[in-house]
């Protein structure tokens, strides 16, 4: 039988309600009966005691709010009568929870998935060509490589609505009324075929624009040539083609530099023009094409071969989170985090404005001091800059995550913090810089989903995986993300762009750990080659996180 509501964690002092609960709803819980004394949306938190101003709300175990206005035993929460609250951390307190139970991997020891061998030891999940742009004077150029290359390479994948522009065109032009026209029923998009793979070893060639490069302070261009360096040495990337305009402050030299702090030995074919010295755009785009086609007929030499799941370096990110994603998707995902951890692989754990509130869990967990000092340092800054331009944490959760149970940021951070699962904390990276130890790594990134996607893959993500409880298409141009609903409604609702639903916890049907294996297992067969729903849809955003100002 489902239960209406659930208790998180034993010291817990709200419920979250599994399904919408109308006003009067009887809810048995412990050994009595809690009556709702208004409607309860599911996923909205209903209160089991009376609350007055001044209480404290715990989630999670952890402090997520403190109360403004009376709340009525069997109450709603809601923005108008709780607010935003935390503990505060102490860095120095802790590093007595590493002794954390390590889930039973036996069963995965020997499992392997078909990877791209790298020169450096590292192994990709896919392997692409990179065209990338210095600065964003050549996001044009970028354009005019993807026209002449894609289609007649086989990697076009088109979704055209043109023909129902055409219905359209034809209704008004045969007479038809507004509200008729509102009401027709249009012929479904018109999916062109994909030409065969000229080259069947590639999974594809990446073309990515940007807005960075020049105009801003030099911190901005040495942290975007480190992302593009990041993309550039990945093991999903065979190499790239770099075009740079010759006088931005993004200058060649400095990714090169950047290129070199994380490959010494850097092995892969990488081409780099610059426009200011090879003259009209003809000869530019000439020259690129031919040194593309030349890497591409290297890049189809590399072929799949067996590899053990320590190889992977999984990013862990969230997206349109709603009131179940800490108690679904969230934690199975951390079990899936856990397992692999114990089996030798990586994880990356980023969103720094969604590990408010769990600091000092965190902490707590650090391997060692400057670990947890790392950690504190860049959390404190990040939280002072937000403060220095009118905002702070307190502002993170969108219109959607409130609207669907999300109140504070507090309560956001603590389900969104569960992906990391329970293991020790290794390393505290700031961005852009690269994973280089197994075990939970935490990286420095912004909450923005795309944003942190994109700095986790260039710090070594081979696979993403992200929950969502509302939906978000999210992709990513070299990494297969991994789309996983919080609720079964929206995996019926969005079949198109979800891969996997963890619904089936809050429906009863499913433990968090069978959920987190069968993550697993997909995860493998994703790492083999198995296409998921972002990449089919073409999905591939890529935006650098711009921390400083514009002069």
Not at 360 to 368: G, H, I, K, T, W
Not at 435 to 449: A, E, F, I, Q, S
């Amino acid at each position: 039988m489902k239960h209406l509501v659930a208790q998180i964690h034993p010291h817990d002092n709200v419920l979250v309600a599994l399904t919408d609960l109308p006003i009067g709803t009887p809810v048995p819980w412990k050994d009595g009966m809690i009556t709702t004394t208004q409607a309860i949306p599911a996923k909205h938190k209903v209160a089991p005691q009376a609350f007055e101003p001044g209480d404290l709300v715990h989630m999670y175990g952890v402090l997520v709010g403190k109360v403004r206005q009376s709340i009525p035993l069997g109450g709603l929460l809601t923005t108008s009568n709780i607010q935003h609250a935390t503990d505060s951390f102490d860095q120095t307190s802790g590093m007595h929870r590493l002794n954390w139970p390590v889930p039973d991997v036996t069963k995965w020891q020997e499992r392997t998935f078909m990877g791209f061998h790298r020169a450096d030891g590292r192994v990709g999940t896919a392997n692409y060509w990179l065209v990338i742009p210095l600065v964003f004077c050549e996001n044009r150029n970028i354009q005019v490589l993807e026209a002449a290359l894609v289609d007649d390479l086989g990697y076009g994948r088109k979704k055209s609505y043109q023909p129902q522009t055409q219905e359209l065109i034809a209704l008004m032009q045969a007479g038809k009324t507004v509200e008729e026209i509102l009401q027709a029923d249009l012929q479904g998009a018109e999916t062109s075929r994909q030409k065969p793979r000229l080259f069947p070893n590639v999974d594809g060639v990446r073309f990515l624009t940007h807005e960075g490069g020049c105009g801003g302070i030099r911190q901005d261009a040495q942290t975007l040539c480190g992302l593009l360096a990041g993309y550039i040495t990945h093991p999903n990337v065979a190499g790239a083609t770099v075009l740079s305009l010759g006088c931005q402050n993004a200058q060649v030299s400095m990714l090169q530099d950047e290129i070199n702090k994380r490959s010494p030995q850097f092995y892969k074919p990488l081409y780099i023009l610059e426009q200011q010295k090879i003259g009209t755009e003809e000869a530019l785009i000439s020259t690129a094409l031919r040194q593309t086609f030349a890497g591409l007929m290297q890049a189809n030499a590399q072929h799949r071969q067996p590899a053990p799941l320590s190889k992977l370096t999984i990013g862990l990110e969230c997206g349109g989170s709603d009131g179940f994603s800490g108690i679904s998707a969230n934690p199975a995902v951390g079990h899936v985090s856990d397992m692999l951890v114990a089996l030798g692989g990586s994880v990356i754990l980023a969103e720094f404005p969604e590990l408010c509130g769990v600091e000092q869990e965190l902490v707590d967990r650090s391997v060692d001091q400057p670990t947890a000092e790392r950690f504190s340092s860049l959390m404190k800054a990040y939280g002072e800059s937000a403060v220095a331009v009118g905002s702070g944490f307190d502002m993170n959760p969108s219109p959607g995550n409130i609207r669907d149970g999300l109140i504070t940021d507090a309560m956001k951070s603590a389900g969104a913090a569960r992906k990391g699962g329970s293991s020790p904390v290794v390393a505290v990276l700031d961005y852009p810089e690269l994973v280089t130890k197994p075990g939970l790594n935490l990286l420095c990134t912004p909450g923005n989903d795309v944003e942190s996607t994109t700095a986790e893959v260039g710090s070594g993500a081979n696979i993403v995986l992200f929950t969502t409880g509302l939906g978000t298409p999210t992709g990513n141009p070299i990494a297969p993300v991994v789309k996983i609903s919080s609720n079964t409604a929206l995996a019926q609702r969005m079949p198109d762009i979800i891969d996997l639903n963890t619904g089936t916890v809050i429906d009863g049907e499913e433990t968090i750990e069978q959920a987190g294996e069968r993550i697993l297992d997909y995860v493998i067969r994703v790492a083999s080659g198995e296409e998921v729903a972002a990449v089919r849809h073409g999905q591939t955003d890529f935006i650098p996180w711009k921390r400083g100002v514009s002069l």
